[in-house]
C-alpha cells in the first residue's frame, strides 16, 4: 500500500443532505491523483437517501422527510441531527484499496469502538454495517469512481430512531434499529465522534493529518 503523505479532516457542523452530496461528487470528479485524501465529519439535516438500486417498496411512509435518490449502493435510509456522518473521500486505488477492504475498514472500526465500551457488536455478510443483537446501529454505503471513494457511514448516537419507521431501513422489513444513547447513554456525541474518528484514522495510517472548520474551503 503506498500512503499520501496528508489526510484532510474538515468538521462541517450540520448541513443539508444536496449540497454536500454534489460536493462530494465534484471533489471526486477534479481531483488529482496526487491530490490528498479527505474525511468529512458532519451531521444532516433529516432526510431518506435511497441507494441506486433502491426500491420505493421501502418507502412505507415518507411524509414530511425528503427522498433523494443517490448514487451510492445499498437501499433506503435515513440521515439526521444526532447521527454522525464519516464521508470518506480516498484515492482507493492510490491505497491499494479494493471496496471489500474499505468495507471492513469501516466496520473493524465501529466493532472495535463500540467493544471498547463494552457493547458487543457485529457485521453481517448479507447486509452491511454494523449491528449489535438483532439491531442496525451503523450504516455503511460507498461509491468508487475514477479510482477513488465517496459516501461513507452513518453512526446513531442520539438521534431520534422514529423516522427508520417509515422505511424498511437498508431494505429489511422490521429491522430494529438502535442508538449509542440507549446503550451507553453517558457518551456524549463529541466523545463518541472523537474516539470514532481516531479509530479510522489509525486504520487509514496517513503520515499527516490536518483538520478544518470551515465549509467555504469547499467551494
Known amino acids: 500500500m503506498t500512503q499520501p503523505a496528508a489526510l484532510q479532516v474538515r468538521f462541517l457542523g450540520r448541513q443539508p443532505y444536496q449540497p454536500i452530496w454534489k460536493q462530494m461528487q465534484a471533489f471526486t470528479d477534479q481531483r488529482s491523483a496526487d491530490q490528498d485524501d479527505e474525511l468529512w465529519v458532519l451531521e444532516h439535516e433529516s432526510v431518506f437517501t435511497q441507494g441506486q438500486a433502491g426500491k420505493d417498496i421501502h418507502l412505507l411512509n415518507p411524509g414530511d422527510i425528503p427522498v433523494v435518490k443517490v448514487d451510492r449502493g445499498g437501499q433506503v435510509t435515513w440521515h439526521g441531527p444526532g447521527q454522525l456522518i464519516i464521508y470518506l473521500l480516498l484515492n482507493v486505488k492510490r491505497l491499494d484499496y479494493g471496496v471489500r477492504d474499505l468495507v471492513n475498514l469501516i466496520e473493524e472500526s465501529l466493532i472495535a469502538y463500540l467493544g471498547d ?4 457488536a457485529h457485521a453481517r455478510p448479507d447486509a452491511p454495517g454494523v449491528y449489535v443483537g438483532d439491531a442496525k446501529i451503523a450504516a455503511l454505503g460507498l461509491k468508487i469512481r475514477r479510482g477513488c471513494s465517496f459516501h461513507g457511514l452513518s453512526f446513531n ?7 427508520f419507521e417509515r422505511i424498511n431501513p437498508c431494505g429489511y422489513a422490521g429491522m430494529p434499529v438502535t442508538r449509542l444513547a440507549d446503550l451507553r447513554p453517558e457518551i456524549t456525541f463529541q466523545q463518541a465522534q472523537e474516539d470514532l474518528l481516531n479509530r479510522i484514522l489509525r486504520r487509514l495510517g496517513h503520515q499527516q493529518v ?4 470551515t465549509w467555504q474551503e469547499l467551494a
Open 157 to 163: 448516537i442520539n438521534c431520534p430512531l422514529d423516522a
Open 210 to 213: 490536518t483538520t478544518t472548520n
Open 117 to 120: 465500551l463494552g457493547i458487543e
